[in-house]
């Protein structure tokens, strides 16, 4: 295992140390294909009727899908690391619920400390809701997004001497503004991880709006953070890396449509696969998804694609594994931070990036 005082070098720095080659000598024609598993560390948003947060629970099964997480690590290295990106609550609602913004994170030290000495990144994930009336509604415009968001980051400052410095986040809800995502690249947010390309929606529960993002990560224009700066315009210093898309049928789908959704890793394993074999052959990075609240059972949505259990998180990963290497890709785990790194530093010349030839 790794010692808690180990430093493990970071993906970008490994790129010159040749960590990589490991893979390269396997099979030298194979490109390399980062895997990036985040979860969501969550219980869904504000109170619709009676529903009142379950942090306790959620944190409770925190350790054993560390400990799957872990397992499948060590089938594929011997580093004993965890790159795994664990976006964590911190807002309103928490301080409502634990006393503080950043209570799941000091409230549960001793897990996140594990996390972090095992090479796990404690990225930040914001619900950015208000109570009016005695109700939680989402802030409703660009900039009450922004002033959430800034709102919530004082606390995590303030905090920080607890030793949460996140670089990463992903919005709840897939919420986001230009005043937001610009917020964002100016507190020191390296990388954003809230879009999801195609999907649209405006009703009474949420509101968002990824319809012309491309799949593949992007410095967001400062005019439409949903679209990569143009050629002639300075890109907002952030990178926004798109949640991965796929074909993936649901049992309440119409007859013959078609919807691409993100790869959570609790769908049902048949469809999983089937949609994600779909995308392998253009995919040049695969970004995944875990709802412990869901992956752990404790709440499955009506319907009939998301199912419950540990073993299905373990099922879908396997079968990411397989689909790459059957398509000629080397899956390497990696963290959000680390791809954001790796995109600083790529230049012509350097054998690894974003999008291998
Ligand atoms: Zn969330």
Redesign the pocket.
């Known amino acids: 295992m790794v010692g808690r005082f180990q430093r493990i070098p970071t993906h970008a720095e490994a790129l010159g140390t040749g960590i990589y080659n490991r893979h390269k000598k396997m099979s030298a024609s194979r490109k390399i294909l980062p895997l990036l598993i985040t979860v969501?560390v969550?219980d869904?948003?504000y109170d619709r009727g009676d529903r009142k947060p379950r942090f306790n629970d959620l944190m409770d099964v925190l350790p054993e899908l560390k400990s799957l997480l872990s397992k499948f690590m060590s089938a594929h290295s011997n580093s004993g690391a965890l790159p795994v990106t664990w976006f964590l609550?911190a807002d309103e609602q928490v301080k409502r619920a634990t006393g503080s913004v950043t209570g799941l994170y000091t409230g549960w030290k001793n897990f996140w400390d594990d996390i972090a000495a095992s090479y796990g990144e404690i990225g930040w994930?914001p619900?950015l809701f208000y109570e009016d009336k005695g109700k939680w509604v989402p802030g409703k415009d660009g900039k009450q997004l922004e002033e959430l968001a800034r709102s919530a980051w004082k606390d995590i400052i303030k905090d920080k001497v607890a030793g949460w410095n996140p670089v990463t986040c992903r919005i709840?809800?897939a919420m986001c503004s230009n005043e937001l995502m610009r917020f964002l690249g100016e507190i020191g947010i390296i990388a954003d991880s809230t879009a999801i390309p195609g999907r649209r929606r405006s009703d009474s529960d949420r509101h968002f709006d990824w319809e012309p993002t491309p799949e593949t990560p992007y410095h967001p224009s400062q005019n439409d953070y949903r679209s990569p700066a143009r050629t002639d315009e300075a890109p907002l210093r952030i990178l926004e890396i798109p949640f991965s898309v796929a074909e993936i049928r649901a049992p309440y789908d119409p007859p013959g449509t078609v919807v691409r959704r993100y790869l959570d890793l609790s769908y049902d394993p048949t469809e999983f696969e089937v949609g994600v074999a779909k995308s392998m052959t253009t995919a040049s990075s695969l970004v995944t998804v875990i709802h412990p609240i869901q992956a752990a059972g404790l709440e499955i949505p009506d319907g009939g694609l998301v199912m419950g259990g540990y073993d299905v998180v373990a099922k879908n990963l396997d079968a990411i594994v397989r689909l790459s290497k059957e398509a000629g890709m080397s899956p390497v785990p990696i963290r959000m931070r680390d791809l954001a790194e790796i995109d600083r530093i790529r230049k012509p010349g350097n054998d690894f990036s974003l999008n291998p030839v």
């Open positions: 969501d969550c869904g948003s609550r994930h619900h709840g809800e």
